[in-house]
């Protein structure tokens, strides 16, 4: 099983580059499953929209991962438990709306995504590495399965994919907005990348228009942070599962003016 | 002119890594100058020694940038006013010991390396934004000048990039442990890397004996990291410098099992 | 000298609280000065307008200090500029609109409020200790000095007052809106409380409304904090300095319904 | 019941300022119950020693209650699960040592007393608030119950205080090493007080030696912090509890050269 996943897709620049890219990726790769992670897909950079995740199911997205951008937009309560393929990190408390787990059905089998978030810096969530215990022991016996762990730090990240080494198919992390050049298979067949990056604005700062970033650095005043224009890049992650879930390639994608796409 | 910056060597496996591997990449990549981030050196992973900067300046080393580890050894009190290839943060409060600008001459030129810190989630600082100026400033005219951006968020490091995009030569992050994939040559000239990555124990989390970690996040109880054993990676990047100081090329550097070296 | 400090004025309810009590404050202790913190004086908690500035100043308040949330009012850069008595930390980057000393002509002579803010866990502002010498210098010889120190943590409190005693007549805490119980005057002659409280509803979290905060706390999802409604508390601080500026005399004020005024 | 609270003994120093008091405290007050926090109590003011908590035992004192510093000394380790009067927080993830309930038998009843311990700017352990109503359940019907709530913030203190207002008899906080002042009983029968302070050194900063302190502060360099010397303070509270295990009264006791001891 081959699964395209493509990083946090950032404001109306960000879905403008996932519609230029999706159609070619999916030529090029053939994927069985492509996910996405949509914290910033609103116009704004926060949050998402129902209408923005139904623009994504509609393009052929299978599922839509979040993170600490979930709940930006209020619409979300409203909408998102009746989404099951939208996955909101699992270790909110319980209670939460939403759907932390989707189980895909593909044409080649079955694909497990979980969501899951990281604490430092970033939330006082319940524990990723026990909730991933929980979730794993209450799945049993399954397919393929591809965690979403959305976390600030590169300490964080390492540790939970050694923890799940040889449990799940691949832990690809979320949240920086920057793909990081650590790809790998683990020992007990788990791909991991530590950040699988953003997709919107090249010239920007996380997405967000640069100026206005170095402002709040200089002054520490508040600013109003706008998605930034003009170039786009897209960045993902391709992954190859076998048949017994473990992975067998793991493959970054990276596209801007400075590593264009070539066909 | 070409500068090889090597990322933070941690223990001694990562000095072991620095020992194998520098002869090959000198003898293939030619580079003028060679900086490594020593913050990591000493044999626990904490600050580094009298001995390992000698034996780095013994092995071609031409500068040895810091960071938040800078002082972990009482030692480097001792040494650290003696030794101008020695570079820690710049802004730290003024009044600390040791050098936060070298200025190193090579066969081909000047080279000027600044090391700044960042302050999101790290330390109380003065502002590496204004500090940078201040530096800038105070430099008049100079050669290439290579930052290394010590600092934990990419908001942090990609926001001083553009701040200083074609004013300085290249701004490197370090800090995080792990390469980022972003490696670009920004419109001002200047080349930037989020962050280049360690060089020391393959199998671990930052370079830490890896279940040691996993129990600190598990049980929140203390823990005595130790510097991990077995495979090693290294992670560097190479700079090209043109005579008005302006990037002409950045080129990530990983070795490791999963991208071993190919002469 | 009398000066009478009032602790975060917070929202319409505890602006309330200001004009039930002020008048029978100034009968009772006859105040040569009266200054409150006004960071959270707009209806919401969050900042302050012009018209409440005035509102203050009509009272008989004669300065207004603030903190973390001076901007939150758009309106503030319209305004600060142009009132003297209004007084943000002195900390934020040089550029800052707005008086962070301000040099109160009174009856009794002259005194001079300067606001600070911490850093641990606050904002990565200048150094408070360094900027207080600073500002300390370009005063020179000067009558009373007043010291509101905007911080989160006990240490940061308790060291400042420590590092200008003898230099300052008084370092007063503010931003946990919880008064504490350690008013002294320390050996140099500095009085010295580490927060004075705030002046708002009493049954409440820091002033907001309580079942909102424990949702937040319980499930971590976004709410809109509300200031509380219901009974009111006032917290204050009156402080005696002598001709030289030492301090004399440092008395705490609470008053709610568990320690009602009695005249 | 009458309970008698001191707040985190300090060193040496803070355990020569409880052999002082505690008998004139005992005599004036005739408390049925005396809890320390003790998590201070080492030399160092790092954690707590087997022969420091038999000198506490020894000394008349019920329970020690602990903290973040639980662990500082590794002979903990050794000791505590033997030891069911010392109450580490709650809230460390199933399978930490030690006990965290204590029911304490006393002449006139059964005091619980449960440690829980803040998570915001502190540690990340699991959620105090469902944590407490994890244990509330378990305990059935019972006597008075006292909450040492660990905790930075005034926020997290006061919410837990306002959701387990009418299900225990106390909430004091410990962790900021200065008491506040803000004692009081909420409507539905519990005391709460923000912050019991500390018992040690007078002149430092919360226990330590105030000079090496400042030069953190100033300096942002390693320094090695020492509990400082002098004069002392000592910090307490004092509630009473009707059978019904509602609070009747809170008062809160402190001792140094500004406020010194009157029989
Ligand atoms: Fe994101
Ligand atoms: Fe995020
Ligand atoms: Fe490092
Ligand atoms: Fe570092
Ligand atoms: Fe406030
Ligand atoms: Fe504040
Ligand atoms: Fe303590
Ligand atoms: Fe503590």
Known sequence: MRVLMIGDIMGEVGRSALSTYLPRLKRTHQPDAIIVNGENAADDGRGITRGIAREFFGAGIDGITLGN?????????????????????????????????????????????????????????????????????????????????HAETTSEKQALSWYLDGRVSAVIGTHTHVQTADERILPGGTAFLSDVGMTGPYDSVLGMEREIVIKRFLTQLPVRFEVAEGRVQLNGVLLDFDSSGKARGIKRIRIDDDQPWFE
């Open 69 to 149: 951008h979930t709940w930006d937009k209020r619409e979300i309560f409203d909408f998102i438990d009746d989404e099951p393929r939208m996955i909101r990190p699992a270790n909110y408390p319980e209670g939460a709306p939403g759907a932390s787990v989707a189980k895909l059905s593909l044409s080649r089998g079955e694909l497990t995504v979980i969501s899951l978030m990281g604490r430092t810096f970033l939330a006082n969530l319940d524990c990723p590495f026990r909730k991933a215990d929980e979730i794993l022991k209450s799945l049993g016996k399954t397919g393929p399965i591809l965690v979403d762990f």
